[in-house]
Structure formats: structure tokens, C-alpha cells
């Protein structure tokens, strides 16, 4: 399943891996792990370092691989949930139909 994975990096850890040259690498070393179909990174409406990261999951019990390298590296605050890209959405269009028929008003 296609996910959107959001990490938060509080500025005074992130601060302290740019300071120690470990942000990039570290950053480097899980995406390597995670092999994202697309990350974008920027400064967060609260000043954080912060990214978004498009990756597919196979299975829930990745959570905790996906989740923990933000966690122990940087403390971060991580977001996951499910996305469509275009052609899912289309392929969704039916049980949308669906949807409406029975429960729209």
C-alpha cells in the first residue's frame, strides 16, 4: 500500500546532528532502508526540519521499522497514513459511485 510518511524534526536534535554531520547521513541511511518511491523535505509551518515520504508498505508490521529510525535518530514526530496516487483514485471511482448511491443524501 502507497503511504505518506511526515517527520517533524525538533530543531534543537536537529540542530545537534548538523552540528555533529550526522543529519544528512543519518537521513541517507533511512531512505536507503525504506527505498521511497519520492521524499521531499522543508522547513515545517513550525520551523522544523520535516519531510514527506512516499513509500510503499507491504505489510502494518513495518510500522515499527518505518517509524523508530525517526524516533531514535532525531526524536521526531512522525505522521503515517495511506495515499492514492491518480490511477488509484480511478480505479476507486466505481466504490465511490457505490458509496454515493447508498448513503449520499
Given at each position: ?43 515545517d509551518d ?20 518505518v517509524a ?38
Open positions: 500500500m502507497r503511504m505518506l510518511l511526515r517527520v517533524s524534526i525538533p530543531v534543537e536534535a536537529g540542530n545537534a546532528a548538523a552540528k555533529d554531520e550526522t543529519l544528512g547521513p543519518t537521513i541517507e541511511r533511512i531512505l536507503a532502508d525504506l527505498k521511497p518511491e519520492a521524499a521531499y523535505f522543508f522547513a513550525s520551523g522544523q526540519r520535516s519531510g514527506s515520504i512516499v513509500f510503499d508498505m507491504i505489510d502494518t508490521s513495518q510500522i515499527p521499522a523508530e529510525p525517526w524516533f531514535l535518530a532525531f526524536n521526531a514526530k512522525v505522521s503515517l497514513r495511506p495515499i492514492m496516487n491518480p490511477q488509484d483514485l480511478a480505479k476507486a471511482g466505481p466504490s465511490i459511485g457505490e458509496a454515493a448511491k447508498h448513503y449520499g443524501k
